[in-house]
């Protein structure tokens, strides 16, 4: 499968864009790029068409049940963006973070490598692709939009969360590595132990402080 077929849109879609519309996603998860509902485990970094701009947003999968108390409006949420630099290469953790408990945010998490992506992903697994574009869009943000969607693909709740000052001024050192490792590639067997040496490596009470940390 073609990236540009991933993206297919509907009728309604617009036409300068391959990619769906952040106000159609947010109310209709088939909306959302082919295979993702499918795949979608934890959490994603997809793009959207926000107000005719690309937009990096985040899926997550998250049943009601899952949260210790229940989330509302008021309920703070944050997305957390990590760096780790390891033996087998440069990987960026991502966190959606959901505050229904003040002492440990409910949390999910996925992981984008850096690095330009492997020769034929468009057409063996198109849901690793523009990995580069989705990061870039990202850190360069000043928000991100959350599509929360439960087991049986129905949305709980979407919301547009805020990057604070901290992170905004740490997303430009992170942007400036980006543009360091461009043109380089990670063969995928070295990015799958990349993650794992990153979970083996990085403490849950190291990561747990820094989530609080963006809630302040």
Do not use: C
Not at 21 to 42: A, F, H, I, N, T
Not at 75 to 90: A, E, K
Not at 144 to 156: C, L, S
Request: aromatic share 12%.
């Amino acid at each position: 499968m073609r990236i540009k077929d991933l993206f297919s849109r509907k009728d309604e879609s617009p036409v300068d864009s391959k990619y769906p519309k952040w106000e159609q996603v947010k109310s209709d998860p088939s909306y959302l790029p082919d295979r993702m509902l499918m795949e979608l485990q934890k959490a994603m970094v997809f793009i959207v068409n926000e107000k005719g701009k690309e937009h990096a947003a985040v899926a997550v999968r998250a049943d009601k049940s899952e949260f210790q108390t229940p989330v509302t409006d008021s309920t703070p949420i944050r997305l957390y963006v990590g760096f780790y630099s390891g033996r087998n290469g440069d990987i960026f953790s991502i966190y959606p973070l959901v505050l229904d408990n003040p002492h440990e945010p409910a949390f999910k998490e996925t992981w984008i490598k850096p690095y330009e992506d492997d020769e034929g992903v468009e057409q063996s697994d198109p849901l690793s692709a523009e990995s580069r574009k989705r990061l870039r869009l990202l850190l360069n943000q000043t928000y991100t939009q959350m599509i929360f969607i439960n087991n049986q693909d129905q949305i709980i709740f979407t919301r547009q969360v805020p990057f604070t000052p901290n992170q905004q001024k740490l997303f430009k050192l992170y942007s400036k590595r980006l543009e360091e490792l461009q043109g380089k590639r990670l063969p995928k067997m070295q990015y799958f132990s990349l993650i794992q040496e990153y979970m083996n490596s990085v403490p849950m009470g190291k990561l747990l402080g820094e989530f609080l940390a963006l809630f302040k």
